[in-house]
């Protein structure tokens, strides 16, 4: 990596605190271990989550989660579970989580700023009862992340106010090549931009909801 001259790096947590400061003390003792019936809630209620992984070599994924609002289980206060769905099957994460079980999850509900953050350890689990519970479109998972809550807390929507996230009048959904375009010149070279213009229209999300 070339670093330009005129950019000074931050080389140790000394230095770096004396930028930033000194968290609040609720910020730093709102962290839990446990499940609280409010994070339950919040889980029965958010459609949508993204898992953060990263293999033992320290190679990183972020992988988008979603299904019908509730799609997560609760196991008990301290164990949670999140169904996979049929996908690209790069299986970028799970591969990860094989050398290294640590996992952050960040769980959104729409329209809200702020956010439910999880952190802990995981492991994939190829079958378990709870399996039946997780039926959605008629499809019942073939995988699911079974996550040992060792952190959990809620987050403020600082992040969603200054980007103006859930805002219409913010959105430009147009100010970029559309999603048939954009695998055309990076990732689909091979596929005619009309199949591609077909593939990703409106059947796509019906396919999406009938393959669970």
């Not at 329209?111 to 079958?127: C, F, K, P, Q, S």
């Not at 596929?191 to 229209?201: K, R, T, V």
Request: proline share 8%.
């Amino acid at each position: 990596m070339t670093i330009p001259e005129a950019m000074v790096e931050v080389t140790s947590e000394e230095e770096l605190r004396g930028l930033v400061g000194e968290p609040a003390s609720h910020t730093v003792n709102k962290n839990r271990t446990a499940l609280h019936p409010l994070d339950r809630d919040w889980l029965a209620h958010s459609p949508f989550c993204l898992v953060a992984t990263s293999a033992a070599d320290g190679s990183c994924d972020v992988s988008p989660k979603g299904d019908p609002p509730g799609f997560t289980k609760v196991l008990d206060d301290r164990t949670i579970a999140i169904p996979d769905r049929p996908g690209n099957k790069r299986i970028d994460g799970l591969r990860n989580i094989l050398s290294n079980p640590h996992v952050g999850l960040i769980f959104f509900l729409p329209g809200r700023g702020d956010t439910l953050r999880i952190n802990g350890r995981a492991r994939i689990v190829r079958e378990a009862p709870f399996f039946d519970e997780m039926v959605a479109r008629r499809n019942r998972p073939k995988l699911a992340l079974v996550v040992e809550i060792e952190e959990i807390f809620h987050h403020c929507s600082k992040a969603f106010l200054r980007s103006g996230t859930w805002q219409p009048e913010t959105w430009q959904p147009d100010a970029l090549p559309n999603r048939a375009r954009l695998a055309k010149a990076l990732d689909r070279a091979e596929d005619s931009l009309e199949f591609l213009e077909e593939y990703y229209g409106p059947s796509y999300a019906e396919k999406i909801h009938t393959e669970g």
